[in-house]
């Protein structure tokens, strides 16, 4: 067990909904990742929050926002869902934003688009 | 370019054989820092080590041993003995300094121990 928590595990749902996954850090990490994993792109970099404010953004479509709240949780919201958006999407925490951190993955939330 | 190559895409090994996992890394950074983490079949990636470009002193964990050659931009994982919960699928990151945290992952190599 990493200590990141990720909800849901599971979600399923439909072209053109809207829905929202949820990361908790491990205690004491302030800063959170989001990657998004699938079957013909692999394990991407979506973006990265550092104590509530965004740090980097990597290949992260205008339809999704992030945000990290003051209490260290972080939400991806996903919009105007297409079934391509159907992916494993995980959350990472490391314990500052210095460089090369190791990062603590969550078990992910398996997003099924139909 | 930032780019990690896993050139094997499948491994089968038998029990307590030995297998290396290859890595090759692209990087115009100086700094830069390269990870290998475990995805088991239950889906969770698992952290294994961390390198950075500045210390290639291979290492050494129980079965799993790393080397690190700055001179051929490789990264390569070893497995001794192996076992059967050992399969899983293996990826090898990089970071660089000037990009900030974002891991670059390889495509990965799914490794499978029949007993």
Known sequence: ?114 | AQKVTQAQTEISVVEKEDVTLDCVYETRDTTYYLFWYKQPPSGELVFLIRRNSFDEQNEISGRYSWNFQKSTSSFNFTITASQVVDSAVYFCALSEARYGDKLIFGTGTRLQVFP
């Open chain 1, 1 to 114: 067990d990493s200590g990141v928590t990720q909800t849901p595990k599971h979600l399923i749902t439909a072209t053109g909904q809207r829905v929202t996954l949820r990361c908790s850090p491990r205690s004491g990490d302030l800063s959170v990742y989001w990657y998004q994993q699938s079957l013909d792109q692999g394990l991407q970099f979506l973006i990265q929050y550092y104590n509530g404010e965004e740090r980097a953004k990597g290949n992260i479509l205008e339809r999704f926002s992030a945000q990290q709240f003051p209490d260290l949780h972080s939400e991806l919201n996903l919009s105007s869902l297409e079934l391509g958006d159907s992916a494993l999407y995980f959350c990472a925490s490391s314990v500052r934003g210095a460089r090369g951190n190791e990062q603590f993955f969550g078990p992910g939330t398996r997003l099924t688009v139909l």
